[in-house]
């Protein structure tokens, strides 16, 4: 079994890999998006971002069919199995 030292030591490399993947992905959308708004559940397959605003003119950008005037995400959950 891994260590406490070297699991923490995982899960830091783990989510910063997935940190900076996303911040290539939806850095743009997203205000304010730091790597303390990621949770990551290295041995259970979790990802979770709390309290995400939409960066509006972003948003637009997409061309959607909607007009966003404020968004705000609570929580983003995904399971990896």
């Given at each position: 079994p891994l260590s406490g030292a070297l699991r923490n030591a995982a899960a830091m490399s783990v989510?910063?890999?997935?940190?900076n993947a996303l911040?290539?992905?939806?850095?743009d959308l997203i205000v304010g998006f730091t790597a303390d708004k990621l949770k990551v559940g290295l041995w259970s397959g979790k990802i979770e971002l709390d309290n995400l605003e939409v960066n509006v003119e972003a948003a637009r950008k997409l061309?959607?069919?909607v007009r966003i005037i404020?968004?705000?995400v609570a929580r983003l959950s995904v399971s990896i199995p």
């Open positions: 989510k910063t890999v997935l940190f911040q290539g992905v939806i850095g061309g959607l069919p404020f968004g705000k």
